[in-house]
């Protein structure tokens, strides 16, 4: 019992590193998810622009390679050599059109390489959601590691509580069944099953001692005290938890039961004390 308590105290305190270490990773991812989704905005407005220029380029290509055709042409027609100013101007002109061009040139490569950058992002984009899946898988380990510590102790404890029922009477069988986030239990009685919330006065208070008692014993503290606010039991149901009790008696350091029925009879192995009603005085 000490074993599973230790785990599951070491699940619950891992349990809440990663929750704190998830949500911090959750905020950091968000914020770069969101400045990786306005980069990549960004970079598509540049490639628009990019592409749109890349087309002007291409037409004015174009329209050079039909101009050099033209003149060619014309030279050919001439049949004489041009003047050479008209080869200084024309020079000149192949000069401006050539050094457009290669700018054209380098915008495009620009434009590749916001494009191998918005991959890229998408990819750290994709990569951030796996990484998340991983830590959701570790919270979900720790969980289940917590449920089956829940588990382990709660079936010493559902020994203890028999045993007690029994003894008091009750043919009901206590439960512990440990999900994501709480534990219900209660009593079962063939197919019918009863939370500890919906139990009559008197049941409630018959279970509720038992589980208190099986939860001491199993925590194997150097002193056990059981102290039973039995106001809710009535005469016909005392002596049965007072039963209950001797039946793990042997257990427990003390028990200490508080009820306002008068007790004619001191059961055997029990000391009773009765309170006197104090007045006040003027």
């Not at 191998?116 to 289940?144: D, H, P």
């Not at 206590?174 to 709480?182: C, E, L, S, T, V």
């Amino acid at each position: 019992m000490g074993d599973a308590r230790d785990h599951r105290e070491q699940a619950d305190e891992l349990r809440r590193d990663i929750m704190k270490t998830h949500k911090g990773l959750m905020a950091d991812h968000q914020q770069k998810q969101a400045d990786l989704i306005a980069e990549r905005d960004r970079l598509q407005v540049e490639i628009d622009q990019d592409e749109t220029t890349i087309e002007g380029a291409d037409g004015a290509l174009e329209s050079a390679r039909r101009l050099h055709a033209e003149a060619k042409a014309r030279r050919e027609q001439i049949g004489e050599e041009p003047d050479l100013k008209d080869l200084q101007t024309a020079y000149k002109k192949q000069v401006e059109i050539a050094a457009k061009k290669r700018e054209e040139l380098n915008q495009a490569a620009a434009a590749d390489a916001a494009r191998l950058a918005f991959e890229l992002i998408i990819k750290e984009i994709e990569g951030l959601e796996t990484y998340k899946k991983v830590y959701s898988a570790i919270e979900w380990a720790c969980q289940r590691a917590r449920e089956e510590g829940i588990a382990s102790t709660g079936s010493a404890c559902v020994e203890d509580m028999t045993r007690f029922l029994e003894a008091a009477g009750r043919a009901e069988k206590p439960y512990f069944n440990a999900r994501k986030g709480h534990v219900d239990i209660g009593w079962s009685k063939g197919d019918m099953t009863v939370d500890v919330e919906t139990m009559a006065r008197s049941g409630f208070a018959l279970f509720t001692a038992a589980l208190t008692a099986s939860i001491l014993v199993a925590r194997k503290a150097p002193v056990r005290i059981l102290l039973v606010e039995a106001g809710e039991v009535d005469r016909q149901n005392l002596p049965k938890l007072l039963a209950g009790i001797d039946s793990i008696a042997d257990r427990l350091t003390g028990v200490i039961v508080m009820t306002h029925l008068e007790v004619s009879d001191e059961p055997e192995g029990w000391q009773v004390l009765r309170l006197e009603k104090e007045t006040a005085e003027a």
